[in-house]
T-cell receptor, first 117, second 109 residues
Framework: DAGITQSPRHKVTETGTPVTLRCHQT?????MYWYRQDPGHGLRLIHY???????DKGEVSDGYSVSRSKTEDFLLTLESATSSQTSVYFCAISDLALAQGANYGYTFGSGTRLTVV | EDQVTQSPEALRLQEGESSSLNCSYT??????LFWYRQDPGKGPEFLFTLYSAGEEKEKERLKATLTKKESFLHITAPKPEDSATYLC??????????FGTGTRLQVFP
């Protein structure tokens, strides 16, 4: 893999508790993304970061917050977990500075399976 | 609004039976169309990027083609190890990838 790890791989939590998922990269890529993947919906963007302390919302950001204090780490926090946030969460990285013709899109981590009970 | 639709949702093939997967898209200012393969319990793995209509790329038994409205992933003489979910995504002026829901391919010996 291209130096991207997610932790934990699996987590079960109770409704109403805060949860933080971690994404760590060793590629020094500028851009990092959090997606969730649900049956029938495909991959949907939650939040993304275009640099340290620079983040923005995706299409399904309600109930989630992110932080990026270092280039290599991007944290996703569920402030108060709900059952609708049961999903598989993927982190991805990219370097849009790659020259035209060398754009490989995103490199994904292995995912975190989160269950909210 | 950028949008990607993949068909069929699922496809069952006999080993050696060639077929095609479809990805229809609408996007403002196409910067790239991507194909990924995803195995159960894993993250998507990059296969191809296509940039303009008429472009084709090949990798082993897979060939991706692109028109102004759709892309096809052709699978020639598939093997059981080609079984996976294949995802299509587009990148437009927003720079973010928009994904389809995927085609789940099963190849039987």
């Amino acid at each position: 893999d291209a130096g991207i790890t997610q932790s934990p791989r699996h987590k079960v939590t109770e409704t109403g508790t805060p949860v933080t998922l971690r994404c760590h990269q060793t590629e020094n890529h500028r851009y990092m993304y959090w997606y969730r993947q649900d049956p029938g919906h495909g991959l949907r963007l939650i939040h993304y970061s275009y640099g340290v302390k620079d983040t923005d919302k995706g299409e399904v950001s309600d109930g989630y917050s992110v932080s990026r204090s270092k280039t290599e780490d991007f944290l996703l926090t569920l402030e108060s977990a709900t059952s609708s946030q049961t999903s598989v969460y993927f982190c991805a990285i990219s370097d849009l500075a790659l020259a035209q013709g060398a754009n490989y899109g995103y490199t994904f981590g292995s995912g975190t399976r989160l269950t909210v009970v | 609004e950028d949008q990607v639709t993949q068909s069929p949702e699922a496809l069952r093939l006999q080993e050696g039976e060639s077929s095609s997967l479809n990805c229809s898209y609408t996007v403002s200012g196409l910067r790239g169309l991507f194909w990924y393969r995803q195995d159960p319990g894993k993250g998507p793995e990059f296969l191809f990027t296509l940039y303009s209509a008429g472009e084709e790329k090949e990798k082993e038994r897979l060939k991706a083609t692109l028109t102004k409205k759709e892309s096809f992933l052709h699978i020639t003489a598939p093997k059981p190890e080609d079984s996976a979910t294949y995802l299509c995504a587009v990148q437009g002026n927003t720079d973010k990838l928009i994904f389809g829901t995927g085609t789940r391919l099963q190849v039987f010996p």
